[in-house]
């Protein structure tokens, strides 16, 4: 019988990448199941937003929020895609310099929004246990902000890492994969700010 083992050095690993982008990162599937669920609960959020609106003879119960703070917020976050894409670019580059100060210009977006938020709860026109209007609109308000505030951790943690050292090469997908989560922040405030702000109006 022949030996058809292969030798020790032909199936040596140590030279291959320990992180890659993309979809061939375990972190980049982890990243789309979150937000596979969480939109899916934003999405089972606003479906009871429009069951409890069929169901009421007068939609809002309380007078429609005020624009202003929602449309300085999502000023914010629109302008925010840039240093966002910024980023995300220098990290898949690893150039640590750029992705840094990058880093820190998203973190800015993200506190000035937070800051925001918080005028903007204030404007909502109706208090959370007031009635299922209330409730819906400050769980859709409220949810949001949650991810918000994760990601602007994340963000910060990973902007200190990319300031201190040694830094690992790994560091630039969690970057990366931070990035695609902001994609998601914006891209799911759009309906939400829709169904809050003019979904009352209509």
């Known amino acids: 019988m022949n030996d058809t083992r292969i030798p020790s050095q032909d199936i040596n690993v140590a030279r291959l990448p320990t992180y890659v982008f993309g979809a061939h990162s375990m972190m980049w599937w982890g990243t789309m199941g979150l937000m596979l669920i969480e939109g899916t609960v934003f999405a089972i959020t606003v479906v009871v937003y429009f069951y409890l609106r069929s169901h009421s003879p007068t939609w809002p119960v309380n007078p429609a929020p005020d624009l202003l703070w929602g449309g300085i917020n999502t000023a914010i976050l629109l302008a925010s895609l840039v240093p966002n894409q910024l980023a995300r670019r220098a990290a898949e580059r690893e150039r640590r310099q750029h992705a840094r100060w990058w880093l820190l210009v998203c973190l800015g977006f993200a506190l000035a929004f937070l800051v925001v938020r918080v005028f903007e709860f204030g404007t909502l026109n109706t208090r959370w246990d007031a009635n299922a209007y209330g409730s819906v609109v400050w769980m859709l308000l409220a949810l949001h902000t949650t991810h918000l505030i994760t990601d602007t951790i994340d963000t910060a943690v990973l902007a200190v890492l990319m300031f201190t050292g040694p830094l690992e090469g790994k ?32």
Not at 172 to 200: K, Q, R, T
Request: neutral net charge.
């Open 171 to 202: 560091r630039f997908v969690d970057v990366s994969e931070n990035a695609m989560y902001w994609y998601f922040v914006v891209g799911s405030w759009l309906p939400i700010y829709a169904v809050i702000y003019w979904g009352a109006r209509l």
